[in-house]
């Protein structure tokens, strides 16, 4: 049996566990490549056209690998955390795929909820049973599974730069080098390091959430408010940047509530969209360095001049 | 010794050549049409029929195709708009707060305090409120650009047109116009629309206060002015090379470099008489499929661009673009 894993939307944080759930159960696993043009091209094909440039992406995604496997995993991620959901296109996620890109093969739908391990554990029995008859392998499976992605660190902290941002934004748009344009290597080039969300605990998110007057509704927008402002008082960084889908709506509120916190603090919003072109990137992110460099200087109390 | 700047914009390629004390002996201002080498090269001619023989010590780049610009001239700084706006602006004044700089498809907002730039923004991904959508809306109309202002200055009242978006604003112009209201009426309309847009959108949450500096190709545009101070409540200053800062600032930063490295890269203005080609292709080496473009100055390349993984815009040895501040 070919399962095939789409490598699109958060399978940049959970492939361990999609990845060893599945091949615990001896199917074989077909994954798409990196996002790259074709991807994009076919994503934006088929996908209705008012979706994010991550969910046209997913759909490129399916479509390169639907007639290599027999069965899709179309992951609808319904939440992670309790009373919090991470966003309305995750919930429509099959439907959008299996209307539009046609000659679609069986796809598992089963919708994810997250929030602990029983509950998850009652997506595995239904996606497992189409491969496995034995409950107890499915168990088993299961458990691995959880343990690989328990086991799995993601994020990124470098070392050694004398300037460092806070990047922050959606994993599958800090994680897709495609679509950030490369983004990390870039602000390497220029010698500026990168922190990610999963540099800060989640007891320190949960505190600056707090703060706000209302519980956030999607955990999108507690992780990215949560680690953007945290980083902005508590780690030793420069500015944060965020990548942004053009058109989302989550980010829409997200960045006005960070944006109400930092103030005068250096802020840099990058929205990303089909565009492959990289000279407006480019710009903003040279500029947004050199005024990091410029501060600092000033800060240190040496002429901006030289 | 003269010091020399280039900014190829998506509109317009400036080049100034400025003197030992940054005063500004020669703008060119040339539309690129989308062919920036042609433009360069064009520059260059006019450049050398006046200038032929005079000792260049410092060429820099700016503006989107600024990578472009660099390898063709033998640039020694490659610096992005927003810097090179800003250093332009401080050698004029050193008391500017703001700048309000409209460009063909770049609007930016760049707040400045206590001599460095402290923040900037620009327009997202949409070109809306920028100089391709007023060139494009006086095509329409069919009045000359320079003429555009002059013509919002003779409006009365202003007819209300949806800013966000180019698209929509085009069909409520198209609309009003169907209702009679006249040219002047609209354009005014127009103006208001692109400065509510640029304030709501790009200014938001910034603090624009005096001294303002307005410019870049839309500060020609009288029109323009007029709406924005009327929404700001105070004088704007439209500096007298509002359409070359870009290139004057980046002439500076030049300067400055190559009094520290001590050389300059330019490689002369004979540029114009060289045959450039451009020619690009699918890199077929991964599944990135980069599209790349290749130069080459008579039949020798000089450069690569577009390949996200450095295979192609490495192989020629490029000096360093990690320039000084």
Not at chain 1, 189 to 196: D, I, Q, R
Not at chain 2, 26 to 39: D, F, V
Request: glycine share 8%; net charge neutral.
């Amino acid at each position: 049996m070919k399962i095939g894993i789409p490598k699109g939307l958060l399978y940049c944080k959970y492939y361990p566990f999609l990845q060893t759930f599945f091949s615990e159960l001896d199917a074989e696993i077909i994954t798409s490549d990196d996002t790259n043009k074709k991807i994009l091209d076919e994503g934006v094909k088929y996908c209705v056209d008012e979706a994010c440039l991550p969910i046209k992406i997913f759909h490129g995604h399916v479509s390169s690998i639907k007639d290599k496997c027999d069965i899709v995993v179309i992951p609808r991620i319904i939440q992670l955390r309790k009373r919090e959901y991470i966003c309305p296109k995750f919930c429509g996620l099959p439907e959008m795929v299996l209307n539009n890109i046609p000659n679609m093969p069986d796809a598992i739908i089963e919708p994810i909820y997250a929030t602990n391990k029983i509950k998850l554990f009652n997506w595995a029995t239904v996606a497992g049973k189409t491969i496995s008859k034995d409950k107890f392998k499915i168990k088993k499976a299961f458990n691995n599974a959880m343990n690989a992605q328990h086991n799995h660190k993601t994020g990124i902290k470098d070392e050694s730069y004398e300037l460092n941002v806070a990047l922050s934004g959606h994993p599958y748009n800090i994680y897709d080098n495609y679509v950030n344009m490369n983004v990390i290597r870039k602000l390497n080039k220029l010698g500026v390091g990168v922190v990610t969300e999963e540099y800060v605990e989640d007891k320190m998110i949960e505190n600056e959430v707090k703060s706000l007057y209302k519980k956030p509704f999607w955990t999108f927008t507690r992780n990215n408010y949560g680690f953007t402002v945290n980083a902005m008082k508590r780690l030793n960084i420069n500015g944060i940047i965020y990548i942004s889908s053009f058109n989302c709506g989550i980010d829409s509120v997200t960045i006005e509530l960070i944006k109400d916190k930092t103030k005068d603090y250096p802020f840099l919003i990058l929205k990303v969209d089909e565009h492959t072109g990289e000279a407006g990137l480019d710009t903003r992110i040279e500029a947004f360095v050199d005024m990091l460099e410029r501060r600092s200087l000033v800060e240190n109390n040496i002429s901006s001049h030289g | 010794m003269y010091y020399l700047g280039v900014d190829v914009g998506s509109v317009s390629t400036d080049l100034v050549l400025l003197d030992k004390k940054m005063n500004v002996i020669e703008k060119i201002y040339l539309r690129t049409r989308g062919k920036p080498i042609n433009a360069i090269q064009d520059g260059f001619r006019l450049l050398k029929s006046k200038y032929d023989g005079i000792e260049i010590n410092a060429v820099g780049a700016t503006g989107s195709g600024r990578q472009i610009a660099s390898t063709l001239i033998g640039a020694d700084a490659v610096k992005n708009e927003i810097t090179a706006h800003a250093i332009a602006s401080l050698e004029v004044n050193k008391d500017v707060r703001t700048i309000i700089e409209i460009g063909g498809q770049d609007s930016k907002i760049i707040i400045i305090r206590n001599g460095i730039v402290c923040d900037f923004a620009m327009n997202t991904v949409c070109a809306a409120g920028t100089g391709s959508f007023l060139d494009r809306q006086a095509e329409r109309l069919d009045i000359p650009i320079e003429e555009f202002g002059e013509y919002a200055l003779k409006a009365s009242t202003s007819v209300r047109i949806a800013g966000r978006c180019a698209v929509f604003a085009e069909s409520d112009m198209i609309h009003k116009q169907s209702l009679g209201y006249n040219d002047s009426e609209i354009i005014r309309g127009l103006c208001d629309a692109l400065v509510r847009n640029y304030i709501n959108n790009i200014g938001k949450g910034k603090e624009i206060v005096p001294k303002v500096f307005f410019q870049g190709g839309v500060a020609a545009n009288i029109g323009m002015k007029n709406a924005f101070e009327q929404a700001l409540g105070f004088e704007m200053f439209i500096p007298e090379h509002y359409n070359m800062m870009g290139a004057i600032g980046v002439a500076i930063i030049a300067k400055e470099i190559v009094e520290k490295k001590g050389n300059t890269n330019f490689k002369g203005l004979n540029l114009a008489e060289s045959k450039f080609i451009t020619k690009s292709f699918d890199c077929e080496g991964c599944t990135n499929q980069c599209e790349v473009v290749k130069i080459t100055e008579n039949n020798s390349t000089i450069g690569y661009f577009g390949d996200r993984c450095g295979k192609w815009c490495n192989k020629l040895i490029i000096p360093s673009k990690k320039l000084l501040a």
